[in-house]
């Protein structure tokens, strides 16, 4: 079985922009979750979404958002980019959204804001 | 306000003896708990689980021992290996709730 996948897995942009991730679970699962890792904080939980729904929000500012399609893929999207935004962004995904289930995790995407 | 914490940033082991990695947290209603090994511009590999029912989980070297009364719960590498080298965290969650509160985790280098 393929892992998560998630693109780009290296992004620079400017202060101000936009950035959009992307991420495929592990085929069949339908939970996916987002996740923040700066030296600072270290591992920060952002959202969970599961059929389409976001059951579970981090305690991070309204410029991230995300999405889940129906196919169980996610989108993560950070308006305004601010240089604190610079982070490895980690998806994973579950089989379901009850916290029994493993989460696995993709290989990242690395934001670097200048 | 650190929920999860793994006091010993760093830890060197020689080759073929334990490792042994500890972490602590505050929060009793937590009742799930994981440990992800993690290299350099790579996402967490999960390792190895324990529900609060139990307080020993085995899985070939690696071994989870959970002490519900201290919210206490360390990592047993035997016998370490090179290839163990790696950034080693603890992660806690509730039955019900998908999201992981991680720990700041503990740097494990194995010394041939």
């Known amino acids: 079985k393929a892992g998560v996948t998630q693109t780009p897995r290296y992004l620079i942009k400017t202060r101000g922009q936009q950035v959009t991730l992307s991420c495929s679970p592990i085929s069949g699962h339908r939970s996916v979750s987002w996740y923040q890792q700066t030296p600072g904080q270290g591992l920060q939980f952002l959202f969970e979404y599961f059929s389409e729904t976001q059951r579970n929000k981090g305690n991070f500012p309204g410029r991230f958002s995300g999405r889940q399609f129906s196919n169980s893929r996610s989108e993560m999207n950070v308006s305004t980019l601010e240089l604190g935004d610079s982070a490895l962004y980690l998806c994973a995904s579950s089989f379901g959204p009850t916290g029994t289930d493993t989460q696995y995790f993709g290989p990242g995407t690395r934001l670097t804001v200048l | 306000d650190q929920q999860v914490k793994q006091n010993s940033p760093s830890l060197s082991v020689q080759e073929g003896r334990i490792s042994i990695l500890n972490c602590d947290y505050t929060?009793?209603?937590?009742?799930?708990f994981l440990w992800y090994k993690k290299y350099p511009a790579e996402g967490p590999t999960f390792l190895i689980s324990?529900?609060?029912?139990?307080d020993k989980n085995e899985d070939g070297r690696f071994t989870v021992f959970l002490n519900k009364s201290a919210k206490h719960l360390s990592l047993h590498i035997v016998p370490s290996q090179p290839g163990d080298s790696a950034v080693y965290f603890c992660?806690?969650?509730?039955?019900?709730?998908?999201?992981?509160?991680f720990g700041t985790g503990t740097r494990l280098t194995v010394i041939p």
């Open positions: 324990i529900s609060s029912i139990k």
């Open positions: 992660a806690v969650r509730r039955t019900g709730a998908n999201n992981l509160f």
């Open positions: 929060n009793s209603m937590f009742d799930y």
